[in-house]
């Protein structure tokens, strides 16, 4: 089973407007971390926002900010006020401390944004 | 100068040749990793090195080796290139301060003809 589930493989929003981007995960870890990245078309990885599996309170990190339901094991992230330079692929990942702490992705979603 | 840095940003090899990939840090990580990526795809992990002594295979290391010369370099080899090892590298660090995150180098994308 795939760890790390990224069901949204394309995103469209007008600029200016909020996009979720979703992402569910799957571990049996009690302690664990999900990151998101952002890849541009120049093709760098761009760490954006962490959240700690016994943080209670959702990651935010300007326009970003991840919601965060444990039990739906679920990371999705929010962006507002999108940019066009927010248009991207974003990757969802999970660092689990049972997995010797590596890091797991998952395959992206590309969004566009639009003028 | 980037805190990672990965040598040569693009490749074009044929078939049968021996490519090496190399790696730089100046985080002060001791842990280093080797990434690939496929055009649509996540990254899937090739090699994790979480010291200059310790070696781990992940998940597709076959076909790959790896040297961990210093703490600071971490280099990528194949051995006997093939088409299908075309592909977008990545070379990453960290995975141990408090957040845990990853910092990449700027990839090298390798072309087998």
């Known amino acids: 089973a795939q760890k790390i589930t990224q069901t949204q493989p394309g995103m469209f929003v007008q600029e200016k407007e909020a996009v979720t981007l979703d992402c569910t995960y799957d571990t049996s870890d009690p302690s664990y971390g999900l990151f998101w990245y952002k890849q541009p078309s120049s093709g760098e990885m761009i760490f954006l926002i962490y959240?700690?599996?016994?943080?209670?309170q959702n990651a935010t990190e300007g326009r970003y900010s991840l919601n965060f339901q444990k039990a739906r094991k679920s990371a999705n992230l929010v962006i507002s006020a999108s940019q066009l330079g927010d248009s991207a692929m974003y990757f969802c990942?999970?660092?689990?401390?049972?997995?010797?702490?590596?890091?797991?992705f998952g395959d992206g979603t590309t969004l566009t944004v639009k003028p | 100068d980037a805190d990672v840095t990965q040598t040569p940003r693009n490749r074009i090899t044929k078939t049968g040749k021996r490519i090496m990939l190399e790696c730089s840090q100046t985080k002060g990580h001791d842990r280093m990793y080797w990434y690939r990526q496929d055009p649509g795809l996540g990254l899937r992990l090739i090699y994790y090195s979480f010291d200059v002594k310790d070696i781990n295979k992940g998940e597709i290391s076959d076909g790959y080796s790896v040297s961990r010369q210093a703490q600071a370099k971490f280099s990528l080899s194949l051995e006997s290139a093939i088409p299908n090892q075309t592909a977008l590298y990545f070379c990453?660090?960290?995975?141990?301060?408090?957040?845990?995150?990853?910092?990449f180098g700027e990839g090298s994308r390798l072309t087998v003809l």
């Open positions: 959240q700690g599996s016994y943080d209670q």
């Open positions: 990942a999970m660092r689990e401390i049972t997995n010797a702490g590596k890091s797991t």
């Open positions: 990453a660090t960290g995975g141990t301060q408090n957040t845990g995150e990853l910092f």
